[in-house]
């Protein structure tokens, strides 16, 4: 089997674990989780593998760094505890912006992180997590499992990374960060010294942002400190933990950059390909189980700590200027093209990508933007 031809194979097998009834799974042509822990307690010849896997996240945020430990939990469960990872925090394997790195060296079998973090290798990365005004969680899903778009992606980390990946959680809309000053119009931008990863960070600096990239367990201290005057993270919940409402007093709404992030486990391919067929299914269905998981976690625990943080007498909340959302949404569009003119990979992912959007936009701007206006009118 060519490789082209397995990673067809590799993503059409995640779209069928992403249907995670039994009915689903069944139609799909995929085991249940039920059906894999008898497989595999039937095959007494699988082997018993263990695996670390890096991380980019410290253990403290129990919600995005628990999307590793899910996977992880999920594969030991769905083998007998023949095949166990553990899953290890930012710094003890890779430093945290550097997983992709030893995942692609095979200095480690296995990863857990965001993959936007890995655009000066190829920007085509960004599309594994979020695009600024792109894709919320729901279309981020959609695309990935149903619109060609894991696909695309897995050819292309195959052929560049020598990697196969498969989106292991979501941390749905994201606030817009922590600033140390109020943001009136574009030119509050200019010189501020901030924290933001991806394609949003390059938005940031045609907007005259210095942009440092930091893992998230060095944000505070730069952040107190004043080596840098912003940072955006996740959201309430996350930020709260951070304790970035200690260190800066302006929370600004919404995080037009990260509509939907996934984020994503990355397997070396060599390492991939020497694993049972059916560990490779359960690696799968572990990774969706995360990716499920993860988005109802954030859904659950965010509203409470936004609910403290509002009540809290020394942060202000409040929404970007239209002005600043105009320009940047105009910038990364300018973004996009420019990208898309050298990079071959980048124009191709991009024109189906932009489609989707389109097509996926249309019918939630109908159905869900009309049910939502009308309740946030009527209570």
């Known amino acids: 089997?060519?490789?082209?031809?397995?990673?067809?194979?590799?993503?059409?097998?995640?779209?069928?674990?992403?249907?995670?009834?039994?009915?689903?799974?069944?139609?799909?042509?995929?085991?249940?989780?039920?059906?894999?822990?008898?497989?595999?307690?039937?095959?007494?010849s699988l082997p018993e593998i263990e695996w670390q896997m890096a991380t980019s996240w410290p253990p403290a945020l129990d919600t995005i760094f628990g999307g590793a430990e899910t996977v992880a939990q999920r594969v030991e469960s769905m083998t007998q505890g023949k095949f166990r990872i553990e899953a290890r925090a930012a710094g003890e394997l890779a430093p945290g912006l550097e997983v992709l790195n030893v995942v692609e060296e095979g200095a480690v079998p296995i990863g857990h992180t965001a993959?936007?973090?890995?655009?000066?290798?190829?920007?085509?990365?960004?599309?594994?997590?979020?695009?600024?005004?792109?894709?919320?969680?729901?279309?981020?899903?959609?695309?990935?499992?149903?619109?060609?778009?894991?696909?695309?992606?897995?050819?292309?980390?195959?052929e560049k990374f020598n990697t196969i990946q498969f989106p292991a959680g979501n941390t749905g809309v994201q606030m817009g960060g922590w600033f140390n000053k109020e943001i009136n119009?574009?030119?509050?931008?200019?010189?501020?010294?901030?924290?933001?990863?991806?394609?949003?960070?390059?938005?940031?600096?045609?907007?005259?942002?210095?942009?440092?990239?930091?893992?998230?367990?060095?944000?505070?201290?730069?952040?107190?400190?004043?080596?840098?005057?912003?940072?955006?993270?996740?959201?309430?919940?996350?930020?709260?933990?951070?304790?970035?409402?200690?260190?800066?007093?302006?929370?600004?709404?919404?995080?037009?950059?990260?509509?939907?992030?996934?984020?994503?486990?990355?397997?070396?391919?060599?390492?991939?390909?020497k694993l049972p067929e059916q560990y490779q299914e359960v690696l799968k269905t572990a990774a969706y189980a995360a990716n499920a998981t993860m988005m109802a976690r954030y859904d659950a625990k965010n509203p409470a700590a936004l609910s403290r943080l509002i009540q809290d007498a020394d942060i202000t909340m409040l929404p970007f200027p239209d002005d600043v959302l105009q320009a940047a949404e105009e910038s990364a569009f300018e973004l996009f093209d420019e990208t898309a003119a050298g990079d071959a990979d980048f124009a191709s992912i991009l024109k189906e990508w932009s489609a989707f959007r389109s097509a996926i936009q249309a019918w939630h701007g109908l159905a869900e933007r009309g049910y939502l206006q009308y309740v946030g009118r009527s209570r």
Not at 134 to 158: C, F, I, K
Not at 230 to 259: C, I, M, Q, T
């Open 185 to 273: 119009s574009v030119a509050d931008m200019e010189g501020l010294k901030m924290r933001i990863p991806g394609l949003g960070g390059r938005v940031m600096d045609r907007l005259g942002v210095t942009v440092q990239v930091l893992p998230g367990g060095e944000i505070f201290q730069a952040l107190q400190t004043g080596a840098i005057d912003a940072a955006e993270w996740v959201g309430p919940y996350d930020d709260e933990k951070l304790s970035f409402h200690k260190a800066a007093s302006f929370y600004y709404f919404p995080g037009w950059w990260e509509p939907g992030p996934s984020l994503e486990i990355q397997v070396n391919l060599d390492e991939w390909n």
């Open 1 to 44: 089997m060519d490789r082209r031809r397995f990673l067809k194979v590799a993503a059409t097998g995640a779209v069928g674990a992403a249907a995670l009834t039994v009915a689903g799974c069944e139609q799909a042509g995929v085991m249940t989780p039920g059906q894999l822990e008898g497989a595999v307690s039937e095959d007494a």
């Open 115 to 158: 993959s936007y973090y890995y655009i000066g290798k190829s920007p085509i990365t960004a599309f594994g997590t979020a695009l600024p005004f792109g894709l919320t969680s729901r279309q981020q899903d959609a695309w990935l499992y149903e619109g060609g778009g894991l696909e695309m992606l897995q050819t292309v980390y195959a």
